[in-house]
């Protein structure tokens, strides 16, 4: 890359896959569409037809791999879920654990020296090494997009606790879904993976802690608290507040006097 003024310009390879590890140094990679600069340590995936430039800062340090995709398709043709998720360019710039960039690197080491020496069955060896390395990326790759989905998750669920919050009462399940831009199922399924309540019952307690603190530090009267949180009937609330207290509004309000 020295050469070349640490600049790679965008390209292709038609039938190569790449592996770009990165130990040291920064890399500002390119794709049809964005353009990112990382830190090490990192790991690219390019496959094939893939566009990719890359910029390199002077200290970067690393090991590139160029390997044609027949040889990964031969390996796991048995395991096809494997290769199938190596389609798309994947950057892997998260580690949980140091070892896992440090297994990543020993083995490119190992594929290296077995390349440049003629040891006996060479080739199975590289087959061997290639399908460890490739099933520890494929992990990686797995590992980040659960990663990225859980914190997708955590960002549409915090959203909607500030939803909750914030309304203006009654407010069905669908208004605060179309406020967030998704379905009602997809909003209650994001709150039983976060919570294990659905969305009316995080509404419900909601509410509910609001009216307990009413009952607890004002003395306005039960029909009071139940129009202040907008619900129309004040029955309603009190069987509401039984159904997840245990109490009633007035039994609340003694317990806490006692």
């Known amino acids: 890359s020295q050469t070349f003024g640490?600049?790679?310009?965008?390209?292709?390879h038609a039938h190569l896959f790449q592996v770009f590890i990165?130990?040291?140094?920064?890399v500002t990679f390119?794709?049809?569409t964005r353009i990112d600069t990382y830190n090490a340590p990192c790991i690219f995936l390019i496959p094939p037809t893939a566009l990719h430039g890359l910029t390199y800062t002077p200290n970067v340090s690393g090991h590139i791999l160029t390997i044609s995709e027949t040889i990964i398709e031969d390996i796991f043709q048995t395991s096809?879920?494997?290769w199938q998720s190596f389609h798309k360019v994947h950057i892997i710039h998260h580690f949980d654990e140091k070892e896992s960039f440090q297994a990543i690197t020993e083995l490119i080491g190992a594929?290296?020296?077995e390349l440049f020496e003629e040891q006996s069955e060479r080739r199975a060896m590289l087959n061997a090494y290639f399908a460890q390395l490739f099933v520890k990326l494929h992990r990686m790759v797995r590992q980040g997009e659960e990663q990225k989905k859980d914190n997708v998750t955590m960002s549409?669920?915090?959203?909607f606790q500030k939803k909750i919050k914030e309304a203006n009462y009654p407010k069905s399940i669908p208004e605060f879904a179309a406020e967030l831009n998704m379905t009602p199922i997809h909003l209650n399924r994001i709150c039983r993976s976060v919570s294990g309540h659905s969305a009316i019952q995080l509404v419900h307690r909601y509410l509910i802690s609001e009216a307990q603190k009413y009952l607890t530090h004002t003395t306005y009267s039960i029909s009071e608290i139940a129009y202040l949180l907008k619900f129309e009937y004040p029955n309603y609330f009190a069987k509401l507040f039984k159904k997840y207290t245990g109490v009633s509004p007035l039994e609340f309000r003694e317990q806490q006097r006692t």
């Open 111 to 113: 594929i290296e020296v």
């Open 30 to 32: 390119q794709e049809s």
């Open 22 to 26: 990165v130990n040291s140094g920064q």
């Open 80 to 82: 096809s879920t494997i």
């Open 156 to 159: 549409h669920f915090r959203r």
């Open 6 to 12: 640490w600049v790679i310009q965008p390209h292709i």
